[in-house]
């Protein structure tokens, strides 16, 4: 069996730009300079650049039992593509930083990058640069460095949702956390389309410039829960959010979702599951939502004035307790 | 004494961002968006951004009981700042990356943000995003990406080294590769510039975009040693490399190196020595250096047409050993 201590970097770097350039053909408009040289050079059409960053660490972020190099690579990518989403732009390069245990076996490594390599494909988004070293045994982390270009568009913050808005979804909620569930029950990594979710999921990140188009006043991505993360729009608009419990339940929670967790637990997870990476905006009212191209939006709440109890989020107008759920449905 | 364990993630966050707010003021037209939103937004006014990443290990990269979180931080910035100032850009806006062990002290943490934030300072690029995860006992990975902006200037590739130009050098060689051989020989962390080189160095990055105002028809850091990067421009360029052993014993090798490693390793580190991040350049014939601003270039070989053995880098005619100086000095 072949491990990462058998091969030097440059060798196992041969190995790996293939994997990245195959999938993704860069053009040398786009991508002036690629991997290899002291630094990637990216076009910047719109005049600024959009970054973000974000990691996986074995153990903690993900099980090898559960998750193949493969969906690690996906899952990475994709937590970064929905924030490049979040912002309204569109992701034009990627970089990619691996630290692992000399031990790590080289077809895990490469595995990891075909997932990498195949969601990148999905987003013509090209891998341009990033760094290999070595770890302590057992480690591995993956840290991924998402950019993308807003193609003249203006940056939809957190900080712009107004009351009156109306809050709406592209995508699924809930998936992911339930996936996450049912794989602590004991499911195996392939049992079913909420499991798939959770360890490698697709969120709409097309639809992030499509809200931005619209006139999103606030967009965010789902990555913590979907009143967690809308938690931060309120607070940084200085708005309340309240959410309609029926919409969620009917739209969110019903169908694979409720007949693998039941009914409290999938409700749950639709209010407080994390890792969805579906994107929420804030769109003023009248806003024709139903023409938009790309995954549906779903209405489901409504922003308004901040009361004494200041920025918050409600489901039907109570303030769901930690467990999401449970206070929201009552006794 | 307080560990990652007793603070939230928000909580970190609180104490990390004014370290980064405080040491470089963001202007709105620099970062029109800064930490704390889904991303980051960057001017780009060249129209094109470049992108770097790179990452230290606790036991691989550093050690504890040499370096402190403040050299880290310096370090691993100083690293990628290198690598934008060789393709002849200015840097625009760092990203940082952190997983630690919940154990880890908050006052290491807070000591890595401020050497990441006087850096940033020093190349007034300002920390615009970033991710904290948890890792496994032990470990602290550190992962900063670097991007910058060409203000209009054409990257200095590793391919464009033509027969006829002159090698030169502009910053230090073989103090970081000496200061660690003064560490493993017991030295302390403050001893002397040496040690201080290798832990926390400064290499003059201001010279990547001097360089290619100059005209460099290529430009890489010193990252693995002189005689090793400037193989890597030797094999991309299709070009021999000679190297004037005299120029590189009494400019670079005498002085502090040879009194404190003696003749043999002071020329070893100077060829061999890695983590210097100076820059080397090639350049037309003809080109006044003397002339350029900053740091000063010393000239320290030619390039030449690729013989029959194929792209490669001499000194004084002879290919260097492993070891690079043995063979180079000879009996």
Same mark, same amino acid.
């Given at each position: 069996m072949e491990r990462l201590r058998d091969l030097d970097e440059s060798a196992l770097l041969a190995r790996l730009f293939p994997l990245y350039e195959d999938a993704v053909p860069r053009s040398p408009q786009a991508v002036p300079v690629g991997p290899g040289d002291d630094a990637a050079v990216l076009a910047a059409p719109g005049g600024s650049v959009v970054a973000t960053t974000d990691g996986m660490v074995r153990g903690r972020d993900w099980r090898d039992e559960w998750s193949s190099g493969h969906d690690v690579g996906v899952k990475v990518t994709v937590q970064n593509l929905a924030d490049v989403a979040a912002m309204g732009a569109v992701p034009t390069g990627l970089l990619v930083s691996l630290v692992a245990? $000399?031990?790590?076996?080289v077809s895990w490594a490469l595995d990891l990058a075909r997932g990498i390599a195949a969601t990148a494909a999905d987003a013509g988004a090209p891998v341009v640069g990033g760094d290999l070293s070595s770890g302590p045994a057992g480690v591995v982390v993956v840290t991924v460095t998402a950019l993308g270009d807003l193609r003249g568009r203006r940056p939809v913050l957190r900080s712009g949702a107004r009351a009156g808005d109306v809050v709406a979804v592209c995508g699924s909620l809930g998936r992911s956390g339930g996936g996450l569930v049912r794989l602590l029950a004991g &499911?195996? $990594?392939?049992?079913d389309e909420l499991v798939r979710a959770h360890l490698a999921p697709r969120p709409p990140w097309e639809s992030g410039p499509v809200a931005s188009d619209a006139g999103a006043s606030a967009l965010v991505d789902v990555s913590d829960g979907l009143v967690t993360d809308l938690g931060r729009v309120a607070r940084a608009s200085g708005v309340a959010v309240d959410l309609d419990g029926r919409v969620l339940r009917d739209r969110? &929670?019903?169908g694979p979702l409720t007949a693998a967790l039941g009914t409290t637990e999938a409700l749950h997870q639709v209010l407080a599951g994390g890792e969805e990476h579906s994107l929420v905006g804030c769109f003023p &009212?009248?806003?024709?939502? &139903?023409?938009? $191209?790309?995954e549906p939006w779903v209405v489901v709440g409504r922003v308004g004035e901040v009361g004494p109890a200041g920025p918050r989020v409600t489901v039907d107008g109570v303030v769901p307790d930690a467990r999401g759920w449970d206070h929201f449905a009552g006794p």
């Open positions: 245990d $000399p031990d790590t076996e &499911a195996l $990594p392939g049992a969110f &929670a019903d &009212a009248g806003t024709d939502l &139903a023409a938009l $191209p790309g």
